[in-house]
């Protein structure tokens, strides 16, 4: 099916785990974004991507590692998980200046 | 990058139209500007987007101030479903497209 899948949908991980949220776009875009969402606030750019093997950091990119070996998968690692790190993760891609398109989100809680 | 400036909330009545101010006195001559909503538990959702010259399409109008220091963000005929936080953002031309949410509007729609 074309579009825009996240998976998990939800998480539950201890402190100090490594997690890796999975994101994967069927369009081709040339660019991806990984966002979270905590809870009664907007969205913070964590990670973006303009093209496989071209990443570059957000607003709050600390804690968390991004790879794009390819155009359709932009996978967003948490390398030790904090509490902190609870929040809803929303997926994103885009062919540029244009209508970007938002995954359905994961919701990650770290115990 | 340069900032938008949003009302944190607005109010309106179903089936009256709702314009929906975005201030962006810092805007560069390459910068787009996008708008996007996000309703209850769900994720972001692109509304339009547009440079220079005012755009329509099924979802809503924006309307660019020839300046381009501000713009309006108009849906037609509010419904109930339209109820949703709207972002109002900027993203560079170019190779260095982001998007860069704030703390948008949250439209209340009465019935």
């Known amino acids: 099916d074309a579009g825009i899948t996240q998976s998990p949908r939800y998480k539950i991980t201890e402190t100090g785990r490594q997690v890796t949220l999975m994101c994967h776009q069927t369009w081709s875009h040339s660019y991806m974004f990984w966002y979270r969402q905590d809870l009664g606030h907007g969205l913070r750019l964590i990670y973006y991507s303009a093209a496989a093997d071209i990443t570059d950091k957000g607003e709050v990119p600390d804690g968390y590692v991004v790879s794009r070996s390819k155009t359709e998968n932009f996978p967003l690692t948490l390398e030790s998980a904090t509490r902190s790190q609870t929040s809803v993760y929303f997926c994103a891609s885009s062919p540029g200046q244009g209508e970007a398109f938002f995954g359905q989100g994961t919701r990650l809680t770290v115990v | 990058d340069a900032k938008t400036t949003q009302p944190n909330s607005m109010e309106s009545n179903e089936e009256e139209p709702v314009h929906l101010p975005c201030n962006h006195s810092t805007i560069s001559g390459t910068d787009y500007i996008h708008w996007y909503r996000q309703l209850p538990s769900q994720g972001p959702e692109y509304v339009i987007h547009g440079l220079t010259s005012n755009v329509n399409n099924r979802m809503a109008s924006l309307a660019i101030a020839e300046d381009r220091k501000s713009s309006t963000l108009i849906l ?15 993203s560079r031309g170019g190779s260095n497209y982001k998007l860069t949410f704030g703390k948008g509007t949250l439209l209340t729609v009465n019935p």
């Not at chain 2, 419904?79 to 900027?90: G, M, N, Q």
């Open chain 2, 76 to 90: 037609h005929r509010a419904t109930l479903r339209d109820a949703a936080v709207y972002y109002c953002i900027l």
